[in-house]
């Protein structure tokens, strides 16, 4: 909820500063802050002046105090992310962070759409195709994939998952397959990209056809690296593994809509689960509207399970709810 009060009041700011100010702003985003911000501008028909000189207020009051903190910026992320997660962890997001010009072509595909990217992409060698997704978001890459021929999806798919990182050669093969957009760099330090994880989080975001052969495929080569890989998914139903508390937690961050949704794919023990898990009123009322809705596409109900997968795996990075249920250690 605090997360949509805050892009709400990003948009009120964006809407008071005008159209010249406010482009300025948007042009340091990253297109899904982009995007998020442009629907919630959209959604904003009236907004009351009192609320409006209250975002500004606020705005004005973590302006001054922020203009106030004058530190060297690079260092102090460098320390802070490596106390808080050790060497290897750190130094990973820290090239992401601070290396910016590494990956400029790349930054260029965050903005298109996935078929406009895999048509661009589809007739280069698999291995750049596979150095190019991990720089992705995964639901983006998992949507480009979609867009290939089975053949080059799997392939593309097992190169990720032995993909062990990036070594500056490939980035400068990558510069030239971009036109020359990325530095390609002999000093870059090799980036912990690719891998199990990834791709079990592309997967997580493909449609179950195409993600069973994509396993399929990468069982025939090594039935360990795929079993690992399903070890690493978590699907809409592995929510029944999960702990009463983090189910509370997890319903908060849920639209109704979304969840009747989610909940027509949903097995009768999951949908116990969830229902136990619920005020009374709550659950009565969501069975209603689940009975009300009447038929819905496979593919809707799965967009909606895998959007509420994204929270999911949101509040477990978090630290707020811990995947694997029983097995799981409790949070205090």
């Known amino acids: 909820m605090a997360a949509d009060d805050g892009i709400e009041k ?14 300025e702003v948007l042009r340091q985003l990253g297109p899904k802050e982009v995007q998020k911000l442009g629907h919630a501008m959209a959604s904003l028909r009236s907004v009351p ?35 808080a997660l050790g060497d290897d962890k750190a130094s ?9 010009g590494d990956t400029n072509g790349i930054e260029g595909l965050k903005w298109m759409d996935a078929p406009t990217v895999a048509d661009l992409i589809k007739n280069e060698h698999p291995q750049i195709i596979a150095t190019i997704l991990v720089h992705l978001e995964h639901d983006h890459s998992s949507e480009i994939l979609n867009h290939f021929t089975e053949r080059l999806r799997n392939d593309v798919v097992l190169r990720i998952a032995t993909l062990e990182g990036i070594q500056p050669a490939a980035l400068r093969e990558l510069n030239d397959v971009m036109l020359r957009l990325l530095s390609g760099s002999a000093n870059i330090k090799k980036a912990a990209m690719g891998g199990v994880r990834t791709v079990a989080e592309i997967l997580n975001f493909m449609g179950t056809a195409n993600e069973t052969t994509v396993i399929d495929s990468i069982r025939e080569y090594d039935p360990d690296l795929a079993q690992k890989i399903l070890d690493e998914m978590f699907v809409f139903e592995n929510l029944l593994d999960i702990d009463d508390r983090s189910i509370q937690l997890l319903l908060r961050e849920i639209q109704s809509d979304s969840l009747i949704l989610a909940m027509k794919g949903a097995s009768p023990e999951l949908r116990e689960k969830i229902f136990k898990n619920m005020s009374q009123r709550a659950a009565e009322m969501l069975r209603e509207d689940l009975e009300a809705r009447g038929p819905v596409r496979v593919s809707e109900v799965e967009a909606e399970q895998k959007e509420i997968l994204k929270i999911v795996r949101r509040l477990a990075d978090e630290g707020q709810i811990v995947l694997g249920g029983a097995g799981g250690e409790q949070m205090l």
């Open 10 to 23: 990003s948009a009120i700011l964006l809407i008071s500063l005008g159209e010249e100010h406010a482009a």
């Open 49 to 83: 002046r009192a609320r409006v000189e209250e975002v500004l207020a606020e705005f004005h009051k973590t302006a001054e105090e922020a203009a106030a903190v004058h530190v060297d910026t690079d260092a102090y992320i460098r320390t802070v992310l490596t106390k």
């Open 92 to 100: 990973n997001l820290i090239s992401r962070i601070l290396q910016g």
